[in-house]
Nanobody
């Protein structure tokens, strides 16, 4: 069955960096666009970034453009989210997503 396992979250100070990973299994990873979403307390889940099957095309929410980078390694069935210049408003649970499936999420907290 499809499994998406996120890792790499944690507590970081404003201006810091984190790299999230999502290990995927149970489907043909290289054939699927991958997406990262996030959900802050009391807010709706929002799309953060997406990446095409080959990695040639990426899209970002305006709020993270220039700070976050999505990438993938099809040999490892893994998608990444490099997050730089983190702000307190980036605090959320971050989820990996493919159609109809979500990972369990990883908490990112940006605080001094």
């Amino acid at each position: 069955q499809v499994q998406l396992v996120e890792s790499g979250g944690g507590l970081v100070q404003p201006g810091g960096s984190l790299r999230l990973s999502c290990a995927a299994s149970g489907f043909t990873f290289s054939s699927v666009w991958m997406r990262w979403f996030r959900q802050a307390p009391g807010k709706a889940r929002e799309l953060v970034a997406s990446i095409s099957t080959t990695g040639d095309n990426t899209n970002y929410a305006d709020s993270v453009k220039g700070r976050f980078t999505i990438s993938r390694d099809n040999a490892k069935n893994t998608v990444y989210l490099q997050m730089n210049s983190l702000k307190p408003e980036d605090t959320a649970v971050y989820y990996c997503y493919v159609p109809n499936y979500w990972g369990q999420g990883t908490q990112v907290t940006v605080s001094s």
